[in-house]
């Protein structure tokens, strides 16, 4: 009978170092993969869970959640809202306008250059909801426009809170939906080509990530197209393969 030979102590050893190292080089690029997966199906929740609740608003109120928020305010608002979501709490009162006192509960960044970041929905303070997520609501429409713009850190405080990964934003319509800003509407308030604080919106690819950075991505996000090249896409190129460091 042939005898079978078994490995030696060093071969058992060299083998699980191999396996170890090839576990070091790929479990990271797995765990990127995991996170951008995570982040993308966040998105598509909340997006489709905000035009729920437009609908919801219009068929219960008549009139649009746009409407509604430019005549009664962000208190009003975010009461109807927090209804809605059966359950909302206060995390921060924090707003542009806020002394010193008041501080903004964590920091929010840029996609690009990861620099810190103003928050563009800066009127009403931050909410949270059953699942964590961060809320908040920008000034209200001007009338006749869309608006108001709501901010949505997806998975709440956690990392990487950054713009165009985990924090996106949305402008609800005069026609009773919900839009990824960046979106082209007729009833968008434009200041120029640039951008104005008033539930306004951003143009051009490069606003993805440039000056007031980030805001638009939201668009490019849920259509999963990359804002470089439309033939690649946003949540493997553009994110995943890092494009928008170049």
């Not at 949270?128 to 709440?156: M, Q, V």
């Not at 120029?192 to 919106?201: I, L, N, R, S, Y």
């Not at 259509?223 to 890092?242: A, M, V």
Request: some cysteine.
């Amino acid at each position: 009978m042939k005898k079978l030979k078994g490995f030696t102590l060093a071969e058992g050893l060299i083998t699980l170092t191999i396996c170890g190292i090839v576990a070091v080089v790929a479990l990271p690029g797995l765990m990127a993969k995991r996170d951008i997966v995570e982040h993308h199906a966040h998105l598509q929740k909340a997006y489709a869970e905000l035009n729920d609740f437009a609908s919801y608003f219009q068929a219960n109120h008549s009139m649009t959640a746009s409407e509604y928020y430019r005549i009664n305010g962000s208190t009003e608002f975010y009461k109807e809202f927090g209804d809605y979501l059966a359950t909302m709490s206060k995390v921060s009162d924090w707003r542009h306008d806020s002394d010193s006192s008041v501080t903004k509960p964590y920091d929010f960044y840029t996609l690009k250059t990861h620099a810190k970041q103003n928050w563009p929905c800066d009127t009403a303070g931050i909410r949270s909801d059953s699942l964590g997520r961060l809320i908040s609501f920008d000034d209200a429409p001007k009338e006749g426009y869309n608006g108001p713009r709501i901010c949505i850190d997806t998975n709440g405080q956690k990392g990487p809170n950054t713009f165009g990964i985990d924090i996106f934003s949305f402008l609800f319509t005069v026609d009773g939906e919900v839009i990824p800003d960046g979106q082209e509407h007729p009833k968008n308030w434009y200041d120029g080509q640039g951008f104005a604080w008033e539930a306004g919106a951003l143009r051009g690819a490069a606003n993805c990530y440039n000056h007031v950075q980030g805001i638009n991505c939201a668009y490019y996000a849920i259509n999963d197209i990359s804002p470089l090249d439309s033939s690649r896409t946003y949540w493997e190129d553009y994110i995943g393969r890092k494009d928008y460091q170049k």
